[in-house]
T-cell receptor, first 111, second 115 residues
Framework: DAEITQSPRHKITETGRQVTLACHQTWNHNNMFWYRQDLGHGLRLIHYSYGVQDTNKGEVSDGYSVSRSNTEDLPLTLESAASSQTSVYFC??????????FGPGTRLTVL | AQSVAQPEDQVNVAEGNPLTVKCTYSVSGNPYLFWYVQYPNRGLQFLLKYITGDNLVKGSYGFEAEFNKSQTSFHLKKPSALVSDSALYFCAVRVLNTGFQKLVFGTGTRLLVSP
């Protein structure tokens, strides 16, 4: 069965370190997304991609970057982790105009 | 700005009773509306969507939603709640921005169904 996976599921890091969160989907979807979930804010879009070599900034992109070298993967990198980036991160994929399929999430703690 | 609002942080209902989780929207043009559910330590799961047509949309797990254009609402409903329905529910609207169709989510409503 097709799926979308994220790793690691839990991560603790220190302020200033670079962190990369992995996202892998086997749906063969062109569109992929990264969200963060914080209490009182719902889900906020960090970055998204329409396809290979395409990346775009979402509403809360500062301090984050993504790259898309193939259809299946969209890793999210925190260049220099900050305590404000402590959150739960969700990756999603979908076809244009259709519903999105979400991964299980990564809980990131920045100390 | 196009958005959705979920006015209740939490909804409590007894098992067997009908439930309603409220959502209102603010969009220009025709709204494309979605409901997602999130169980503890899981990602969001799609429940249903409204694109056009019948104002009553049926979805997964016995849920349905009623689109009301005059009240700009898209409330989620279920005739008889189950304890297993206890979860976090998100309303979302699809917005079109320079060709990219993204989802804007509400802040979520926690549903607690008591036995």
């Amino acid at each position: 069965d097709a799926e979308i996976t994220q790793s690691p599921r839990h991560k603790i890091t220190e302020t200033g370190r670079q962190v990369t969160l992995a996202c892998h989907q086997t749906w063969n979807h062109n569109n992929m997304f990264w969200y963060r979930q914080d209490l009182g804010h719902g889900l906020r879009l960090i970055h998204y991609s329409y396809g290979v070599q395409d990346t775009n900034k979402g509403e809360v992109s500062d301090g984050y970057s993504v790259s898309r070298s193939n259809t299946e993967d969209l890793p999210l990198t925190l260049e220099s982790a900050a305590s404000s980036q402590t959150s739960v991160y969700f990756c999603a994929s979908g076809t244009r105009g259709d519903e999105q399929f979400f991964g299980p999430g990564t809980r990131l703690t920045v100390l | 700005a196009q958005s959705v609002a979920q006015p209740e942080d939490q909804v409590n209902v007894a098992e067997g009773n009908p439930l309603t989780v409220k959502c209102t929207y603010s969009v220009s043009g025709n709204p494309y509306l979605f409901w997602y559910v999130q169980y503890p330590n899981r990602g969001l799961q799609f429940l249903l969507k409204y694109i056009t047509g019948d104002n009553l949309v049926k979805g997964s797990y016995g849920f349905e939603a009623e689109f009301n254009k005059s009240q700009t609402s898209f409330h989620l409903k279920k005739p008889s709640a189950l304890v297993s329905d206890s979860a976090l529910y998100f309303c979302a609207v699809r917005v079109l921005n320079t060709g990219f169709q993204k989802l804007v989510f509400g802040t979520g409503t926690r549903l607690l169904v008591s036995p």
